[in-house]
């Protein structure tokens, strides 16, 4: 099963290295592109794409970053509320504890 999944992975990474082999072969005409009004420089679709790409891989991992910093605050706020409310719990346990005997 395990040689299996690695064949499958490596057929996916070559199906896809070998597309985008295509892509950039077939998109060689350097387009001009003006970007908020400022023109960059005449250069392939594909280079464009590139770059869009590895700018993408950049500020993904930055906004989940920022995410995951949001969501860690909120769940160690709710862990203090929980343990509060554990400790009121236990010490109305305690307090009526002798009254049901």
Sequence with gaps: ????KRFLVL???????????????ENQAPVDLVIFGWPMPALP??????AAFLVGMLIGPLIGWFFYGR?????ASQQRELDACRRR????????APARL
């Design 1 to 4: 099963m395990k040689t299996l």
């Design 11 to 25: 057929a996916g990474c070559v199906i896809l290295a070998v597309a985008v082999l295509v892509f950039v072969l």
């Design 45 to 50: 679709v594909a280079g464009y794409m590139a």
């Design 71 to 75: 969501l860690r605050l909120k769940v």
């Design 89 to 96: 719990l236990a010490d109305l346990d305690s307090a009526q």
